[in-house]
C-alpha cells in the first residue's frame, strides 16, 4: 500500500514533473534524507517512481511519475487534501485520546 | 496519515456497520492480533473509529466509524481499489527491481 505520508507527499510532488532530490528534499518539509531514500527505493520497487541518471559533468539523477504512479495521483491528492481539511480534528481526538489514556494508566 | 494497508482494510471493513474484534480478525486475512489491536488504537486515537463497551454478559465490544471515519471512506476505498487493480502490475515491477538490485550487489 502507499498511502503512507511520506509515499503521498513525494508523489504529489512529482505530479509538476521530474525532479532532482535535492529538490524534493526542499519541497517536503520534515522528511530526513534517510525516510526519503528509503520511501523513493519503495516507490521505485512498487513501479510508481522511475530515477533517470543522465550521463553528464556533474552527474543529474531525476525522480519522475511513470504511467503506474500518475493512476494513483488522484487518489493520492484525495487522501493528502483530506488529511489537510481534518488536521485540527484530528489532533483534537488524539490529545483527548491521550489525556483519557494518561488518566488510565 | 491512514493510508497504511491494514487501516485501510479495516475501515474499509467497517463501512459495513459496527463490528466485533473476533469477527474484525476474520474479516480481514493476515492481520496479526498485534497489527489489529495497534491500528485500531492508532485509528481510536485519530477520531477514525470509535470503540463501544456494552455492559452484557458476556461482556459486548464493538467498533464503529464514527462520522470523522465515514467522510474518508471514498478515498480509502479508491485506495483499495487501486491497489488490488494494479496488484499484479506492482508485483511485476518488484521481481524485476528485485532481480536487477541482486545483480548489482
Do not use: C
Not at 27 to 50: D, E, F, N, Y
Not at 52 to 70: D, F, N, S
Request: hydrophobic residues 45%; neutral net charge.
Amino acid at each position: 500500500m502507499v498511502g503512507d505520508k511520506w509515499s503521498v507527499l513525494i508523489i504529489g510532488t512529482l505530479a509538476e514533473g521530474p525532479i532532482r532530490y535535492s529538490d524534493l528534499t526542499a519541497a517536503i518539509p520534515g522528511i530526513s534524507q534517510r525516510m526519503l531514500t528509503l520511501t523513493l527505493k519503495h516507490l521505485r520497487r512498487s513501479g510508481l517512481v522511475t530515477r533517470t541518471a543522465y550521463a553528464e559533468v556533474p552527474p543529474r539523477v531525476e525522480y519522475a511519475l511513470p504511467p503506474l504512479g500518475a493512476s494513483l495521483l488522484d487518489t493520492v491528492l484525495a487522501l493528502a487534501a483530506w488529511s489537510a481539511d481534518h488536521q485540527a480534528e484530528i489532533r483534537h481526538h488524539q490529545a483527548t485520546f491521550d489525556a483519557t489514556t494518561a488518566r488510565n494508566d
